[in-house]
């Protein structure tokens, strides 16, 4: 296994383990680990094995019925021993013993700048009163292509699920992504992984215990990623999307294809993707029928003209240079940007290109803000923040920074069950999200996860509409950078917002810098 | 006899809507189309020709339609293609065939570099000759190339064969020569009668993975 082993510490206590005082009547722990951390012997006593296993998944300790697992992390040196932090010097060993690179699921470890040093203005007497969350309606509606498509994208919510492929997720996992953008009457992504055969119709509707097809309202969107592999890409894949995703990078690493391991590669993987069983499924680092904007430009429009200029196109973008790069989708015709931030996650990718390369997602968002406010496309071409968003703080945040919603990729696998242990790329998920192993998958419930999406994303656009309505609004098209104040120099220099304190912007952002 | 549409000077969009009307009636011809790329895009049936030259991404998403283009196809013909046929009398431009799942491109002329990239089913032939990087990452399907390639034919080739009449600059990665079976014999035999190209099957050589995993094999625990 290609992860940092050992930085977990596994303790079982032994006067509340069923197992420790009968013999052979537990063991679920031992059933429940995908890593073979515990083993029971041959006289039905069960034994922490492996420490250097774990990864802190903590699934035993949630299985356990007399709740005596404790998992804990073992790193405390991280402070005393830096740089040579005990995960650092397995990395050296792992690469001098196997000739390879550390590959890593899930995305960035440790800070980056980020939203928490960012705090929100509430309305007082100097500014328009505040909103009453509880019995005045407030606007949390965002349309995509309502100018360009005979039928725009209309988010109940100012929020998506961005894009997870099939291969990287198991099928039960993008199931639930369908079920719980029913619910909210948002956006559920393919990814590059092409199409399950339910998930048309899982956006949409439901069956009911008479086995007829019932539609959720609101009802939620399909968006269709083309994509550099074009894996399960056909006319009839792009005609059955509400919207097309065109995928330029990602956050987790941007400048590099996908990379679906072997070990996730299974029949049904393999038969959509169009290669062997167990090989690498490696997307190209670019496109192959793309050699410069004028291209991507044709790109849009014979897209559109497949799709009977009925649904929005949509790119999405690796953290690289923002400003730039938005200018030139919106030159190429997109409906609405997703920017993937730094801290954005992805099923495998190497170590230290999801910990050290790209743009923190805060940092994106004002050069993309002004960008579109040069091409004069601000709120007409939709901008979608990706990458490390948590809840509807974060939302809130980037909204008033600028963007017209938010993506929640690894706060929705954690939504679903995940604990976030970072080891997607092993294909061994404890919890069945991101593994093809039939055993491991039949654990996940597509529907209670479809729920707890759903419940979820509802519970983050109430937070949404609290801050909204508290800083004196009542449409989140209205708010604005002056909803916020940076709270340390930093952040202030990354965002060009406001100093607390100091209540301004920093110089350089008020001689003309600034978005 | 099949009604002509002018393309000249006019848009995708307004071209496009009248072709899809026109190819339900019968075959359609379509002058002037050029500048046009993204023509004839996911159609799933019908019968168009091209007179004169195409632009780029002509036949895009074709599922099921036949295309004929009597002087040279642009950049990306049939990208993405997953049923039909598309026959270029002329010649083809950068990354012909990029994509395909399926169907028969047909080049009675040369093909730029990158021609038949990740080739996943189609069936591609070539009447001339070839750029450099031909048929990389080329997953399943036939590629053949009547006249010579360029560098790294067949680069990273996962399944598919590619069979040569000409020479080659260099060989991809993970490629392998192997002997022409009577069965690819009579394949090649059937192509060339079927659309035209003369040439003698027995001249040609075969070029095929050399393992069936050649990027990353799947990793064992360390």
Same mark, same amino acid.
């Given at each position: 296994?290609?992860?940092?082993?050992?930085?977990?510490?596994?303790?079982?206590?032994?006067?509340?383990?069923?197992?420790?005082?009968?013999?052979?009547?537990?063991?679920?722990?031992?059933?429940?680990?995908?890593?073979?951390?515990?083993?029971?012997?041959?006289?039905?006593?069960?034994?922490?094995?492996?420490?250097?296993?774990?990864?802190?998944?903590?699934?035993?300790?949630?299985?356990?019925?007399?709740?005596?697992?404790?998992?804990?992390?073992?790193?405390?040196?991280?402070?005393?021993?830096?740089?040579?932090?005990?995960?650092?010097?397995?990395?050296?060993?792992?690469?001098?013993?196997?000739?390879?690179?550390?590959?890593?699921?899930?995305?960035?470890?440790?800070?980056?700048?980020?939203?928490?040093? =960012?705090?929100?203005?509430?309305?007082?007497?100097?500014?328009?009163?505040?909103?009453? &969350?509880?019995?005045?309606?407030?606007?949390?509606?965002?349309?995509?292509?309502?100018?360009?498509?005979?039928?725009?994208?209309?988010?109940?919510?100012?929020?998506?699920?961005?894009?997870?492929?099939?291969?990287?997720?198991?099928?039960?996992?993008?199931?639930?992504?369908?079920?719980?953008?029913?619910?909210?009457?948002?956006?559920?992504?393919?990814?590059?992984?092409?199409?399950?055969?339910?998930?048309?119709?899982?956006?949409?509707?439901?069956?009911?215990?008479?086995?007829?097809?019932?539609?959720?309202?609101?009802?939620?969107?399909?968006?269709?990623?083309?994509?550099?592999?074009?894996?399960?890409?056909?006319?009839?894949?792009?005609?059955?999307?509400?919207?097309?995703?065109?995928?330029?990078?990602?956050?987790? &690493?941007?400048?590099?294809?996908?990379?679906?391991?072997?070990?996730?590669?299974?029949?049904?993987?393999?038969?959509?993707?169009?290669?062997?069983?167990?090989?690498?499924?490696?997307?190209?680092?670019?496109?192959?029928?793309?050699?410069?904007?004028?291209?991507?430009?044709?790109?849009?429009?014979?897209?559109?003209?497949?799709?009977?200029?009925?649904?929005?196109?949509?790119?999405?973008?690796?953290?690289? $240079?923002?400003?730039?790069?938005?200018?030139?989708?919106?030159?190429?015709?997109?409906?609405?940007?997703?920017?993937?931030?730094?801290?954005?996650?992805?099923?495998?990718?190497?170590?230290?290109?999801?910990?050290?390369?790209?743009?923190?997602?805060?940092?994106?968002?004002?050069?993309?803000?002004?960008?579109? &406010?040069?091409?004069?496309?601000?709120?007409?071409?939709?901008?979608?923040?990706?990458?490390?968003?948590?809840?509807?703080?974060?939302?809130?945040?980037?909204?008033?920074?600028?963007?017209?919603?938010?993506?929640?990729?690894?706060?929705?696998?954690?939504?679903?069950?995940?604990?976030?242990?970072?080891?997607?790329?092993?294909?061994?998920?404890?919890?069945? =999200?991101?593994?093809?192993?039939?055993?491991?998958?039949?654990?996940?419930?597509?529907?209670?996860?479809?729920?707890?999406?759903?419940?979820? =994303? $509802?519970?983050?656009?109430?937070?949404?509409?609290?801050?909204?309505?508290?800083?004196?609004?009542?449409?989140?098209?209205?708010?604005?950078?002056?909803?916020?104040?940076?709270?340390?120099?930093?952040?202030?220099?990354?965002?060009?917002? &406001?100093? =607390?304190?100091?209540?301004?912007?920093?110089?350089?952002?008020?001689?003309?810098?600034?978005? | 006899?099949?009604?002509?549409?002018?393309?000249?000077?006019?848009?995708?969009?307004?071209?496009?809507?009248?072709?899809?009307?026109?190819?339900?009636?019968?075959?359609?011809?379509?002058?002037?189309?050029?500048?046009?790329?993204?023509?004839?895009?996911?159609?799933?049936?019908?019968?168009?020709?091209?007179?004169?030259?195409?632009?780029?991404?002509?036949?895009?998403?074709?599922?099921?339609?036949?295309?004929?283009?009597?002087?040279?196809?642009?950049?990306?013909?049939?990208?993405?293609?997953?049923?039909?046929?598309?026959?270029?009398?002329?010649?083809?431009?950068?990354?012909?065939?990029?994509?395909?799942?399926?169907?028969?491109?047909?080049?009675?002329?040369?093909?730029?570099?990158?021609?038949?990239?990740?080739?996943?089913?189609?069936?591609?032939?070539?009447?001339?000759?070839?750029?450099?990087?031909?048929?990389?990452?080329?997953?399943?399907?036939?590629?053949?190339?009547?006249?010579?390639?360029?560098?790294?034919?067949?680069?990273?080739?996962?399944?598919?064969?590619?069979?040569?009449?000409?020479?080659?600059?260099?060989?991809?990665?993970?490629?392998?020569?192997?002997?022409?079976?009577?069965?690819?014999?009579?394949?090649?035999?059937?192509?060339?009668?079927?659309?035209?190209?003369?040439?003698?099957?027995?001249?040609?050589?075969?070029?095929?993975?050399?393992?069936?995993?050649?990027?990353?094999?799947?990793?064992?625990?360390?």
């Amino acid at each position: 296994m290609s992860t940092v082993n050992g930085t977990f510490c596994v303790t079982v206590m032994k006067d509340r383990c069923i197992n420790a005082r009968m013999p052979g009547k537990c063991a679920t722990c031992v059933e429940v680990c995908p890593y073979e951390v515990y083993v029971m012997d041959g006289t039905g006593n069960v034994h922490v094995q492996n420490y250097n296993a774990c990864v802190g998944c903590r699934i035993c300790a949630e299985f356990c019925p007399e709740d005596a697992i404790r998992i804990n992390p073992a790193e405390s040196e991280y402070l005393v021993r830096w740089p040579w932090t005990f995960p650092q010097v397995e990395e050296i060993h792992h690469k001098a013993q196997t000739g390879e690179y550390m590959l890593r699921g899930f995305g960035t470890m440790g800070l980056t700048p980020g939203f928490d040093q =960012i705090t929100i203005v509430p309305s007082q007497i100097a500014s328009p009163p505040p909103r009453d &969350k509880y019995r005045e309606e407030c606007n949390l509606e965002v349309v995509i292509g309502e100018d360009t498509c005979k039928e725009p994208i209309r988010l109940h919510y100012p929020f998506l699920f961005p894009a997870m492929s099939f291969g990287a997720l198991s099928r039960e996992a993008r199931m639930a992504l369908a079920i719980g953008a029913a619910q909210t009457g948002i956006i559920s992504n393919t990814g590059e992984g092409g199409l399950l055969r339910d998930e048309t119709w899982l956006v949409k509707g439901y069956e009911d215990e008479r086995r007829a097809l019932r539609r959720w309202e609101p009802g939620g969107y399909l968006v269709v990623q083309w994509s550099t592999g074009r894996w399960g890409v056909s006319a009839d894949y792009v005609r059955a999307g509400d919207g097309v995703e065109i995928k330029i990078g990602q956050g987790a &690493k941007p400048g590099m294809g996908g990379h679906l391991l072997g070990a996730k590669v299974t029949e049904e993987v393999a038969a959509i993707r169009g290669i062997p069983v167990g090989s690498d499924a490696l997307s190209p680092c670019r496109y192959y029928d793309v050699q410069d904007l004028e291209d991507m430009k044709r790109m849009v429009a014979f897209l559109r003209d497949v799709t009977g200029y009925r649904v929005p196109i949509l790119f999405k973008l690796g953290p690289s $240079r923002p400003y730039e790069d938005v200018r030139a989708c919106v030159e190429a015709g997109a409906d609405a940007i997703s920017i993937d931030g730094l801290v954005g996650g992805t099923g495998a990718s190497p170590a230290i290109v999801t910990q050290g390369v790209g743009i923190p997602t805060v940092a994106l968002i004002p050069p993309a803000v002004r960008a579109l &406010k040069d091409m004069g496309a601000h709120r007409k071409v939709k901008l979608f923040v990706l990458g490390g968003m948590r809840s509807g703080l974060d939302a809130y945040k980037a909204m008033a920074m600028g963007a017209d919603g938010v993506g929640f990729g690894a706060a929705a696998e954690i939504a679903m069950g995940c604990r976030a242990c970072m080891a997607c790329h092993t294909g061994r998920c404890p919890y069945g =999200i991101t593994s093809q192993d039939p055993e491991l998958r039949a654990r996940f419930n597509p529907e209670e996860a479809g729920r707890r999406l759903a419940n979820f =994303i $509802r519970a983050t656009a109430e937070e949404v509409k609290i801050l909204t309505m508290l800083s004196g609004h009542d449409d989140i098209r209205d708010l604005s950078e002056e909803d916020l104040r940076a709270m340390d120099l930093n952040t202030a220099a990354i965002t060009g917002l &406001k100093l =607390i304190g100091y209540d301004r912007r920093l110089p350089w952002w008020e001689n003309g810098r600034g978005s | 006899m099949a009604p002509v549409l002018d393309a000249s000077e006019r848009e995708l969009r307004s071209v496009s809507t009248e072709l899809k009307e026109a190819v339900t009636e019968g075959p359609v011809v379509i002058q002037g189309a050029a500048h046009l790329h993204g023509l004839v895009a996911g159609f799933k049936s019908g019968e168009v020709t091209i007179r004169g030259d195409s632009g780029d991404y002509l036949g895009v998403l074709n599922d099921g339609a036949t295309v004929r283009v009597e002087g040279n196809a642009g950049r990306y013909l049939a990208d993405n293609m997953t049923r039909g046929t598309i026959i270029v009398e002329g010649d083809a431009g950068y990354g012909a065939g990029p994509y395909c799942y399926g169907g028969t491109i047909v080049v009675k002329g040369d093909a730029g570099d990158f021609t038949a990239v990740m080739n996943k089913g189609a069936t591609i032939l070539i009447g001339g000759d070839v750029g450099d990087e031909v048929a990389t990452y080329m997953l399943a399907g036939d590629l053949v190339i009547v006249g010579s390639a360029g560098k790294n034919l067949g680069n990273y080739l996962i399944r598919g064969s590619i069979y040569i009449g000409g020479k080659w600059e260099s060989l991809g990665h993970n490629t392998l020569l192997e002997e022409m079976t009577p069965a690819d014999l009579a394949k090649l035999r059937d192509y060339f009668q079927q659309y035209g190209i003369e040439a003698d099957p027995a001249t040609f050589r075969k070029i095929v993975r050399l393992s069936e995993k050649p990027f990353y094999k799947a990793k064992k625990p360390a």
